[in-house]
């Protein structure tokens, strides 16, 4: 079956400050720098950032920053991430006191039971948070 030769890589957000954006990953949620890459002559810097290495077919993410660049527009297409998290309510009590902005504070998904929560990482992209276990 082809699908058994296919993996998902990564998913690449564009950041305006990549230092800045690999703390709020790291230290605020918990994800570790996978590796980093510089590339003077197309000014730009990759680091890739997650919970497990990217052998390992779980969710990476791809911070990308092109020298210069401070702001991107989000546009309408795109959603969110989602990270599945032991709790909620003290995850987005750790993300306040490190400086995030929680958009949506934690509860009961509308007509359901599962509780999330939404914060928004440095450059405004949006984070599901969606308690497990």
């Known amino acids: 079956m082809m699908a058994d030769n296919y993996r998902f890589l990564h998913t690449m957000l564009r950041v ?3 230092e800045r954006s690999v703390r709020f990953y790291t230290e ?8 980093r890459r510089d590339v003077p002559d197309g000014k730009y810097t990759l680091v890739f ?6 052998e390992s077919g779980a969710g990476v ?4 920053y092109n020298y210069g660049v ?6 309408t297409a795109f959603g969110h991430l989602a990270i599945g998290v ?8 750790k993300l ?29 992209y949006k984070i599901e948070l969606i308690q497990r276990g």
């Open 96 to 124: 306040r006191a490190g400086g995030a902005k929680i958009t949506r504070e934690p509860g009961p998904l509308k007509f359901g039971t599962t509780i999330i929560a939404f914060v928004e990482d440095p450059d405004g």
């Open 86 to 93: 032991p709790d909620v309510a003290a995850t987005c009590a």
């Open 49 to 54: 950032v997650g919970y497990a290495g990217e």
């Open 61 to 64: 993410i791809e911070l990308t």
């Open 16 to 18: 305006g400050d990549l």
């Open 70 to 75: 401070e702001q991107y527009d989000i546009g």
């Open 28 to 35: 605020l949620l918990g994800m570790r720098e996978l590796r």
